[in-house]
């Protein structure tokens, strides 16, 4: 294992990052998690979990290491009720900072998974075996309204999660309506819900965040090339994008080596420094209305 790593992580923001505790096996808990983001120097991490709330993890954490800036928010799938606008509100005002749509739960992704075979989501724990449905008669249902204004009113993120290529246009369009600023095309490449880079394009030019993750590369997706992800970016801009692992699968290495991993690549492969920087840092700073 690597011990020295890349000076482009010092200062850095991995968006999205999976820890123990979780239903699911995990690399790390958060603990080990933080211990190698404190190694690299990084400024902070987010939290997710398909199962629960991260925000009181992250709280605990930062009480740990003040130096380090770690967020959590939660995730719409059956685990906290669905489209709970009861849920989204708690995680919200325990200092949550991103709203997830379902994954686990959405329709998009049990569909994927059922054609796919990856050490991922399968055996125990199952799938959620019913899906959270954000339309009602071809309509989004009132809890979506609901949870838009609570991210507008506590500045938070709003993160498509695995919803497919036609929920996420419904989503972005009635977010933006209803006044939400800060939105997260999630793991855009990746095949669970693969977006078209003309529909990148689209919700870039809509003021959405990409997000460029590393997962998409691995074995258990193989979707593109790191080389075919940074010529996406070049097309996109970078001024849209964000960069993230995704990783803390047991079968992976390690989160924050994974990151050094996915910028040493994106730099032989033409990435500028000054242009990681703006994705590593920049960006997710912005998001999450760090200064």
């Known amino acids: 294992m690597k ?8 200062g850095a923001y991995e968006f999205h990052v999976h820890s123990a505790p979780s239903i699911f096996n995990r690399k790390q808990t958060d603990w080990e998690l933080i211990e190698d983001a404190k190694l690299a120097k990084m400024g902070g991490l987010v939290l997710k979990s398909h199962e629960t709330s991260t925000a009181e993890r992250a709280f605990l954490l930062k009480e740990k290491e003040p130096a380090l800036n770690v967020f959590g928010g939660i995730v ?40 796919k075979k990856t050490k991922l989501f399968n055996g125990n724990p199952l799938l959620s075996e019913s899906t959270v449905s954000i ?3 071809g309509r989004l249902i009132e809890e979506v309204e609901i949870i838009f204004r609570l991210i507008r009113e506590h ?6 999660g695995h919803l497919s290529l036609k929920e996420q246009h419904a989503i972005v369009s009635a977010a933006i309506e209803a006044g939400v600023e800060k939105i997260v ?17 689209f919700f870039a030019s809509q ?21 075919e992800m940074a010529k996406t970016i070049e097309v996109i801009g970078h001024e849209s994008c964000i960069l993230v692992t995704d990783y803390g699968q047991p079968h992976h290495e390690a989160p924050v080596y994974a990151l050094n991993s996915f910028v040493e690549k994106l730099l032989e492969h033409g990435v500028k420094e000054e242009e990681i920087v703006k994705m590593l ?5 912005t998001l999450l209305g760090v200064d």
Do not use: R
């Not at 500045?155 to 498509?160: H, S």
């Open 3 to 10: 011990n020295q790593f890349h000076p482009l992580l010092e």
């Open 185 to 201: 095309i999630q793991h855009a490449d990746m095949g669970i819900s693969k977006i078209p880079l003309e529909d990148q394009l």
């Open 76 to 115: 719409l799938n059956q685990h906290v009720g669905g489209l709970n606008p009861y849920a989204v509100e708690t995680s919200l005002k325990m200092g949550g900072k991103v709203v997830w749509f379902p994954t686990l739960s959405a329709g998009q992704h049990q569909q994927y998974f059922k054609k």
């Open 135 to 137: 339309e009602e008669e």
């Open 155 to 160: 500045d938070a993120v709003l993160a498509t």
């Open 281 to 285: 840092q920049g960006n997710p700073k």
């Open 207 to 227: 003021g959405c965040i990409i997000e460029k993750c590393y997962l998409a590369c691995s074995s258990d997706f193989n979707d593109l090339t790191v080389e």
